[in-house]
Each structure stands twice: as structure tokens, then as C-alpha cells.
Nanobody, 122 residues
Framework: AVQLVESGGGSVRAGESLRLSCTAS????????MGWFRQAPGKVREGVAT??????FYADSVKGRFTISRDNSNNTVHLQMNSLKPEDTAMYYC?????????????????WGQGTQVTVSS
């Protein structure tokens, strides 16, 4: 099993930046994909950015603004979020998958963190 702990959420104004971090522990060698998902109230969970054996994937809504990076030596994955918008407000979850080819598909991820809240005001 893999345990995931997120940090770095908070409240910012539109146009500002935040950096989310996720630290993995346990059977980290089995994680072929790691990434970030988000869920706003009343909406389905959506993939934001993931990185794995098939490459790096971004949701269209965050391309050019968010950057995902993974440090395998420290079992961490980061999400640098720039030019934040009010519509980025959501609970952000770190996730890990042992499968190939899952990309941004939430149903392909078995392990999830508890989430960290990001709130962007206009």
C-alpha cells in the first residue's frame, strides 16, 4: 500500500501562486503514476496534472499555469500553481496508481491523500 500526505493549500487572491506538495510512503516503488486531482462542491473529481511512465498530463484548464514535478529520490510530487483563478477553488487530492496508462482518469488511481483546500478569491 501507499500512503499519501498533502500540504501547501491555502487561501489566495486571483493571480497569485501556491505550491502543493505530496509525500508518499509505503510501497512507493509500485507507483507508476502520481498526480493531482481536485473536487469542487457539487462537481465530480477531475484530473489536474499527473506524471508517470507515459508522460505528463495536464487538464486543459490548467495548461500553461500549473506545473507538476516528481522527485523519486524523496518520494514527493509537487504542483506549482501560478496565475490562480477563482474557478481553481477546490479540494486538491494527491493520488498514486500502480497501473499503466491511467493519465488523468481518477478511476485508475487506487491510493489517495486526505486532500488540501485551495481557495482563490477574486
Amino acid at each position: 500500500a501507499v500512503q499519501l500526505v498533502e500540504s501547501g493549500g491555502g487561501s489566495v487572491r486571483a493571480g497569485e501562486s501556491l505550491r502543493l506538495s505530496c509525500t508518499a510512503s509505503g510501497d512507493t516503488g509500485s507507483s507508476r503514476y502520481m498526480g493531482w486531482f481536485r473536487q469542487a462542491p457539487g462537481k465530480v473529481r477531475e484530473g489536474v496534472a499527473t506524471t508517470g511512465t507515459g508522460g505528463i498530463f495536464y487538464a486543459d484548464s490548467v495548461k500553461g499555469r500549473f506545473t507538476i514535478s516528481r522527485d523519486n529520490s524523496n518520494n514527493t510530487v509537487h504542483l506549482q500553481m501560478n496565475s490562480l483563478k477563482p474557478e481553481d477553488t477546490a479540494m486538491y487530492y494527491c493520488a498514486a496508481s500502480t497501473y499503466y496508462g491511467v493519465g488523468l482518469r481518477a478511476d485508475g488511481y487506487r491510493y489517495w491523500g486526505q486532500g488540501t483546500q485551495v481557495t482563490v478569491s477574486s
